[in-house]
């Protein structure tokens, strides 16, 4: 049933699809079995025949002749048998090899007599060897995404401080001059009247620019009190009602709290900037295990499959009307690394809700299943 190398022929592919639901245990009992039926069978054949033409014969020659044949069957037998089945394991230790001097691409070779459980075992390695490269690739790409994240954060804080700050203390400037000007004493006062709304509103921008860069509420209280503290702060600009609930006591792992914190932030800022969303809500609740954040907004929503990026493919997005897609791509990544997932729900005139889940170390603050 084998060629020299222990092959099926390929125009036996049926017997061979029948072959490998045999298992490789089955194979070589079977093929024991079969030694000792001819053996016994075709033995007792020859000596009943034997034993009649030569009654008075002790028969040595005859026993050893068929011990010696019987023997060498066996071993024949055995020796193709498993020289066979265990080609597929050399297949998979070159596989595990080449994997181990760092090839890629690498996948188990699938000629010679596979069984079912052995294919499984190439399957799982093969799925497994998979994983490990996409898993390399994201590495790979992850210092590049990273710096251009922070470049693209570093352009936003600097347009935010030539429009609003450094717009303000050219205004103070102007003002100032025009004070130097100025003799009449109810004039004066006026000016500095001015001059202090001016530099309230300067002060204004700088603190909500150095809170947008890093909340200190979030290391002080928490992130439930730190989304508070940035929806009354969205409210007061009053252009979109924010509201938060939050059903997580006590703390979470710093490095949750904050993945979360600026995910909230990126989806209230695209609500308010693309949604142009009235409502907004951020809902925070701990199920067991795992933190959950939702932020549900009512805005003109989008069509997630066009943003590609968010979704892990590589190829940016062709930028539209000034939109770098890196927010998406951002919150994806940043979730990532603390080993959640991000899920967008948006379709046009249905709003948008951007959930993550994040599974909580057992043993790290928060981490406590409270029901
Ligand atoms: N809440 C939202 N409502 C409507 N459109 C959205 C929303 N969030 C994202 N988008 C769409 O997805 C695009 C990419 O968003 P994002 O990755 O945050 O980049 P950016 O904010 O820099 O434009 C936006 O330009 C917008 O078209
Ligand atoms: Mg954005």
Same mark, same amino acid.
């Given at each position: 049933m084998t060629d020299a190398q222990g092959h099926v022929p390929l125009t036996h592919a049926r017997w061979q699809r029948v072959w490998r639901r045999v298992p490789i245990l089955h194979r070589i009992l079977g093929a024991n079995a079969l030694i000792i039926v001819v053996g016994a069978v075709g033995g007792t054949l020859i000596a009943v025949r034997h034993g009649a033409a030569h009654p008075s014969s002790p028969h040595y020659t005859l026993i050893a002749g068929f011990l010696l044949a019987g023997v060498a069957a066996s071993v024949l037998a055995n020796f193709l048998v498993l020289r066979a089945v265990l080609r597929p394991l050399q297949h998979l230790q070159r596989a595990v090899d080449a994997v181990r001097a760092g090839a890629t691409g690498v996948r188990v070779q699938r000629d010679g007599?596979?069984?079912?459980?052995?294919?499984?075992?190439?399957?799982?390695?093969?799925?497994?060897?998979?994983?490990?490269?996409?898993?390399?690739? #994201? !590495? &790979?790409? @992850?210092?590049?995404?990273?710096?251009? %994240? =922070?470049?693209?954060? +570093?352009? $936003?804080?600097? *347009?935010? /401080?030539?429009?609003?700050?450094?717009?303000?203390?050219?205004?103070?400037?102007? #003002? !100032? &001059?025009? @004070?130097?000007?100025?003799?009449?004493? %109810? =004039?004066?006062?006026? +000016?500095? $009247?001015?001059? *202090?709304? /001016?530099?309230?509103?300067?002060?204004?921008?700088?603190?909500?620019?150095?809170?947008? !860069? &890093?909340?200190?509420?979030?290391?002080?209280?928490?992130?439930?009190?730190?989304?508070?503290?940035?929806?009354?702060?969205?409210?007061?600009?009053?252009?979109?009602?924010?509201?938060?609930?939050?059903?997580?006591?006590? &703390?979470?792992?710093?490095?949750?709290?904050?993945?979360?914190?600026?995910?909230?932030?990126?989806?209230?800022?695209?609500?308010?900037?693309?949604?142009?969303a009235t409502v907004a809500h951020v809902h925070l609740r701990r199920g067991p295990g795992e933190v959950r954040l939702e932020v549900a907004d009512d805005g003109v929503g989008f069509d997630p499959a066009r943003m590609g990026r968010a979704r892990g493919q590589t190829t940016p997005p062709a930028a539209r009307n000034g939109s770098t897609g890196l927010g998406l791509a951002g919150m994806a990544e940043r979730i990532a690394l603390v080993g959640g997932r991000l899920e967008i729900r948006s379709a046009p005139g249905a709003g948008t809700t951007v959930a993550a889940t994040v599974p909580l170390p057992t043993g790290a603050p928060g981490a406590r299943d409270r029901g």
């Open positions: 007599l596979w069984d079912e459980q052995l294919e499984h075992l190439a399957d799982t390695f093969d799925g497994m060897v998979a994983a490990l490269e996409e898993q390399t690739e #994201r !590495l &790979r790409r @992850l210092p590049g995404q990273i710096l251009r %994240a =922070q470049e693209e954060e +570093r352009r $936003r804080i600097a *347009r935010e /401080l030539h429009d609003e700050a450094a717009q303000a203390l050219t205004s103070l400037l102007v #003002r !100032l &001059r025009l @004070l130097e000007q100025t003799d009449e004493p %109810a =004039q004066v006062r006026a +000016r500095v $009247r001015e001059l *202090r709304a /001016l530099t309230a509103r300067a002060l204004d921008d700088v603190r909500r620019i150095a809170v947008e !860069l &890093r909340p200190s509420v979030l290391d002080d209280l928490g992130l439930a009190a730190a989304l508070a503290a940035h929806a009354d702060a969205l409210n007061a600009s009053g252009e979109m009602r924010v509201t938060v609930t939050a059903g997580v006591e006590g &703390r979470l792992p710093p490095e949750v709290e904050l993945a979360l914190y600026r995910v909230a932030q990126e989806a209230l800022t695209n609500a308010r900037r693309h949604g142009k």
